[in-house]
Structures are given as structure tokens and as C-alpha cells.
């Protein structure tokens, strides 16, 4: 099997990440070389080449691949534009349904339009859900939601900057005046996630951030509601297949 060097040298990464509720992305010099394999489903599309991985032990080279949740694959250092989708959300389960025995190899035109979607002047969430559009079509029409005040929307719209010692389900269902189940139901209907994976995401988001800032990695963690550094990292890898600290000097560029 071929090798890249650059892989058996530990290429560091280089490039800017971001997280949302239920995603992240990277785009510039991917590095890490490990096998690994996440709930995560994702996304790599070759950044003005091939990107190559190595899936079942054989090395894969597309324009694009889709890599389906729990799939072991080493993604090969190079340039690279990556999106992670939560498997759990509405989202994720449309991507699901989108490959073939967890790997669909994309055409290079499909690759531009997917890169365009995503870099076109609009919110995370339009651009992620034309994104998914594109992959999997257009979803039939939703059905209206039951609950939807404005005062739910509202919470969710806060949470990012609350502490997260209140990013616990009946501490928001209090706050939205509704039972714990009835809240559940209402926020899945909102955010097209369960509570605990949206709220883990949440967790990510703000933990990396404090680790950009400067933040060491067991002051970020704690401040994002993690038991300590160790927690943190192991959700990381377990999210992204990488260590917080194998990608702080991309952090620190973002």
C-alpha cells in the first residue's frame, strides 16, 4: 500500500476550525495521521486536489468523500475543507441515507458546488442545510411545529453565553416554564437535535474557543462544563479523531 510521508512524520495541522450546534468544520493543511473512527459523520473535500484517505485498508482518492458515522479511516495531510454533522441530528440522519456501506466518492463538480454553498455570504445554519440539500435533496415540506413561542427560541438563542452550569435539561425546561419532557420535545422540534448531543456540542465550542484565547486545556475544559482535561480531550477525539492539543496551534489561527 502506498504511504505519505508526511504521515509517518506526524504533519501538524494548519488551518481554521469552527464549531456549531451539531457541526464543526476545518479548512486549510490537514495532519493528523492516525486511523480513527467517530459518531461524527463527515465530509472532506479536496482543496484544489484529490483527497485521499485510507478506509478498510485501502487508500481512497476523490474530489470529495463522505465518510458515514463509526467508519475507521485515516485521512492523508494535505489541504482539505472538512464538515462534521452530529449523527444524531436531523441533519446527520438525511446524511446517513446518503452514501453507500459508509463511503460515497464525489465528482469534482459536486465538490465546487458543495465549496460554494458553504463559502456564499449567509448564517451556519442556511448554508449547512443547502450543503445537506445538495448531497441528499431537497427534504419535503416540514410540519408545523406544535410548540414554537418565541421565548424558546429565545433560550436557545442565549445559551452560548450563559455559563455552562446551567446547560442542564431541567434547568432550561424551568427556564421555558415547561416539564423536562415537554421541553425535550419542543427544543428536538427547534434545533432539529436532542438536548444532550446539542448541549455537547455547545460544550465543545466553547472549550475550544477558550483554548484559542490562550486558555490551558483544563481551565478551558472546566469553563465549559467538562470534569477536567481528560473529559475534554477524550470527547474531541471521540468527535473528531484528533486531541485538543494536536490542533491548538490551528485553534490560535482561527
Do not use: K
Not at 448564517?123 to 449547512?128: G, I, M, N, S, T
Not at 431541567?170 to 427547534?190: E, K, N, T
Amino acid at each position: 500500500m502506498m504511504q505519505d510521508p508526511a504521515a509517518r512524520n506526524g504533519a501538524p495541522w494548519h488551518g481554521r476550525i469552527a464549531l456549531g450546534a451539531g457541526w464543526g468544520q476545518f479548512r486549510g493543511r490537514a495532519g493528523d495521521s492516525h486511523a480513527h473512527r467517530h459518531p461524527a459523520l463527515q465530509l472532506a473535500l479536496g482543496d484544489g486536489r484529490p483527497v485521499r484517505a485510507e478506509i478498510a485498508g485501502e487508500t481512497v482518492a476523490a474530489p470529495g468523500l463522505l465518510i458515514g458515522s463509526g467508519v475507521a479511516h485515516r485521512l492523508w495531510p494535505g489541504p482539505v475543507w472538512l464538515l462534521y454533522v452530529e449523527r444524531e441530528s436531523d441533519a446527520g440522519r438525511r446524511l446517513s441515507t446518503a452514501g453507500t456501506d459508509g463511503l460515497r466518492r464525489l465528482r469534482a463538480r459536486e465538490r465546487d458546488q458543495l465549496l460554494a454553498l458553504w463559502q456564499r455570504p449567509a448564517p451556519d445554519a442556511v448554508r449547512l442545510q443547502a450543503v445537506i440539500d445538495a448531497l441528499c435533496g431537497t427534504p419535503a415540506a416540514a410540519v408545523p411545529e406544535r410548540i414554537s413561542t418565541r421565548r424558546l427560541r429565545t433560550l436557545i438563542a442565549a445559551l452560548p453565553a450563559q455559563p455552562a452550569a446551567a446547560w442542564t435539561l431541567p434547568a432550561l425546561a424551568s427556564a421555558a416554564a415547561l416539564s423536562p419532557s415537554r421541553f425535550a420535545h419542543a427544543f428536538r422540534a427547534q434545533t432539529g437535535m436532542a438536548v444532550r448531543p446539542y448541549l455537547r456540542w455547545l460544550r465543545l465550542a466553547r472549550a475550544l474557543e477558550g483554548a484559542s484565547r490562550g486558555a490551558g486545556l483544563t481551565a478551558a475544559a472546566l469553563d465549559a462544563g467538562f470534569a477536567d482535561a481528560a473529559h475534554f480531550s477524550r470527547t474531541m477525539r471521540r468527535h473528531f479523531g484528533v486531541t485538543p492539543s494536536s490542533i491548538l496551534a490551528a485553534l490560535r489561527e482561527a
